[in-house]
């Protein structure tokens, strides 16, 4: 059984910066198949970014430049450094491996 656990969310104002992280406790067989996404009211659920070996990321377009995916396999942690913050990033974003999902955290961007 897997369980991930996010944290790291709040209320940050325009152009500001959070750090989320996303442990990783169970069957884990490494960070390299973890993401994040992320949800708005009535929006759908949407990839921000997810982290591949090698190093290998891939990041939404809306998300590119401003959010960097990490990670630290003996942790077994993920970690979204989030800057330039608007307010359409606001959500719940949460962590994700193979079909497991957190219970999110919530990201508010407003001033």
């Known amino acids: 059984q897997v369980q991930l656990v996010e944290s790291g969310g709040g209320l940050v104002q325009p152009g500001g910066s959070l750090r989320l992280s996303c442990a990783a406790s169970g069957s884990i067989f490494s960070i390299n198949m973890m993401g994040w996404y992320r949800q708005a009211p009535g929006k759908e659920r949407e990839l921000v970014a997810r982290i591949f070996s090698g190093g290998r990321t891939i990041y939404a377009d809306s998300v590119k430049g401003r959010f960097t995916i990490s990670g630290d396999n003996a942790k077994r942690t993920i970690y979204l450094q989030m800057q330039s913050l608007k307010s359409e990033d606001t959500a719940v974003y949460l962590c994700?491996?193979?079909?497991?999902w957190g219970q999110g955290t919530q990201v508010s961007v407003s001033s």
């Open positions: 994700n491996y193979l079909s497991e």
